[in-house]
């Protein structure tokens, strides 16, 4: 391979990196998470690390659906989490990602989507942006 050839593969290879990199960590259009935090905000207490994957300063409590009390995060590597707990002590579920982000538990699935989007089919919405089924 000629050195053009090289300099030009590895420009592209660069830039994809760079595209790829700014649509996976790019904010989520949550607007929940803009609001002013309030005191039922705070996420409960669970087991050691378990909120590692969670921005715990942005959570915010979205509702709850049967039982099920629901909070909306950012993720400390992920643009959006999605907090599902019946009992801190037995039952809950965090779900990470990009959106929507989907979380299955308690005999349910919740659904997180950005600002704006469409009930996803089936679905009751909790939330501006959380629905469940």
């Keep these: ?3 053009r050839t090289r300099l030009t593969a590895s420009a592209l290879a660069l830039i994809a990196a760079v595209m ?3 649509c996976s960590f790019s904010s989520p259009n949550l607007a929940v998470l803009e609001t002013e ?3 039922e905000d705070e996420l409960p207490p669970l087991e050691a690390d378990s909120y590692d994957p969670v921005d715990t300063a942005t959570s915010r409590y979205v509702g709850e659906h049967d039982g099920v009390s629901l909070w909306v995060a950012k993720g400390t590597e992920s643009p959006a989490c999605l907090i599902a707990i019946a009992d ?3 039952e809950w579920g965090i779900a990470c990602g990009g959106l929507p982000t989907r979380l299955s538990s308690f005999g349910h699935t919740f659904e997180l989507t ?3 989007s469409p009930a996803p089919e ?5 939330s501006e942006n959380v629905y469940a089924e």
């Design 122 to 126: 089936g679905m009751t919405r909790v």
């Design 1 to 3: 391979m000629s050195r």
């Design 20 to 22: 790829l990199t700014g």
């Design 88 to 90: 801190p002590d037995e």
């Design 37 to 39: 935090r309030e005191a």
């Design 114 to 116: 950005p600002d704006g």
